[in-house]
């Protein structure tokens, strides 16, 4: 029996502290031995959303227990970990540091390899963690920070076919969440006003609907509906409002997760490679789900939601990238440095700010 790869993830991109250990059974498959996350939900609340600098502290804070507590819950010893892997971006450059610095720090100390790892591939191959999915997918990252469609062809290849221009689907609710006074992050509570009210009260833009491709933009919506919140004169308006919106972005996400199927099958596809992923915290709205199962029902596409744990930021799924890399010998150097632009597929174009051309 060979020795199997024993890998330690570190995130610290934005507003999560994570740590895991992972390692292969005998098939090949992925193994979870321990994967912590600490989120920093009651620091940034307050100010509505995630202030870099207090996210900074949060994660020189706590770093060390979370690793610590990581190793503690693997069973393991730390001279067993054979590598480590660490987010080193796209995010916020003063947190990516932090969970880098450390990484660096771990490897050199016990003098094993250190991988510096794109979060964006995390994300891409989280779904591998508890299933055996076979290459080609198509992924739809709806979070916080992030909202993509992307090809993953192969460990490596991966092709963004879509992303926001602005806004991620995930900031829009929580935007629109302020907006009725409620508190950060206030996406899922969006999603429970929204059943006592009627969604076809307002009318909300739906932003490059009819052109982009499944390039997605959100910005324009609040806009919209700072203009109505600002007559908001009883309970039933904010359900109303939450219920327009909630349907303006399952319109919009109909309509551009089509394009999307379109996209990705201007590479020649069988029925087997008919597949979509949907990680990311906003893959948790119910209404959004059934959206997406019921359009791939009628496109023949299979549809996998993995579970919130493993497909919202976690460590595991930088460890997993970890070990693919580990075991094709990509390390990287100490010197590596925090990219808080760095684009999983390095040929897209950077699609974000004013006088965008889509
Ligand atoms: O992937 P995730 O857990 O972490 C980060 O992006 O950091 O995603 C969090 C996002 C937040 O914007 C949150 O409001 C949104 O996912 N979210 C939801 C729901 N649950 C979480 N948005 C809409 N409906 C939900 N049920
Ligand atoms: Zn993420």
């Known amino acids: 029996m060979s020795k199997k790869p024993i890998i330690l993830g570190i995130e610290s991109s934005c507003d ?7 390692t292969e059974n005998e098939q090949g498959s992925p193994v979870i031995l ?3 996350v600490s989120s920093q939900v009651d620091i940034h609340k307050k100010f509505g959303g995630v202030v870099p600098e207090l996210a900074a502290r949060a994660h020189i804070d706590k770093i060390d227990w979370i690793v610590q507590s990581a190793i503690d819950e693997s069973g393991l010893k730390i001279e067993e970990i054979d590598a480590v892997a660490s987010t080193a971006g796209p995010g916020l450059i003063v947190c990516l540091s932090v969970g880098l610095s450390f990484g660096k720090s771990f490897a050199s100390a016990l003098n094993i390899p250190f991988i510096s790892v794109n979060h964006l591939e995390g994300h891409a191959l989280s779904p591998k963690l508890n299933s055996n999915l076979d290459y080609p997918y198509l992924l739809l990252l709806i979070s916080g920070g992030h909202s993509q469609y992307l090809s993953v062809e192969n460990i490596g290849v991966y092709k963004r076919l879509g992303t926001t221009i602005d806004d991620a689907l995930g900031e829009a609710f929580d935007k629109t969440a302020k907006l009725l006074g409620i508190e950060f992050p206030g996406g899922p509570k969006i999603e429970v006003l929204a059943k006592k009210g ?14 982009g491709g499944c390039n997605l933009s959100f910005a324009g919506l609040k806009t919209a509906i700072l203009k109505v919140s600002q007559n908001i004169k009883n309970e039933q308006d904010k359900f109303d409002i939450a219920a327009s919106f909630q349907k303006t972005i399952l319109d919009i996400m109909y309509k551009k997760t089509k394009n999307a199927f379109k996209e990705y099958e201007k590479n020649k596809r069988k029925l087997s490679d008919r597949k979509l992923i949907v990680a990311g915290g906003v893959a948790a709205n119910k209404e959004i789900r059934s959206m997406l199962k019921e359009l791939c029902n009628q496109n023949n596409y299979k549809s996998i939601f993995p579970p919130v744990e493993l497909c919202s930021d976690n460590a595991a799924m930088i460890a997993m990238v970890g070990l693919e890399k580990f075991k094709m010998k990509k390390f990287n150097h100490l010197d590596y440095p925090a990219k808080p632009r760095w684009q999983l597929d390095e040929n897209a174009a950077f699609l974000k700010g004013a006088g965008v051309k889509l």
């Open 34 to 36: 321990s994967n912590i």
């Open 198 to 211: 009627d969604s076809n009260k307002y009318k909300f833009p739906k932003p490059i609907f009819n052109k």
């Open 16 to 22: 999560e502290t994570a740590a895991s250990i992972i």
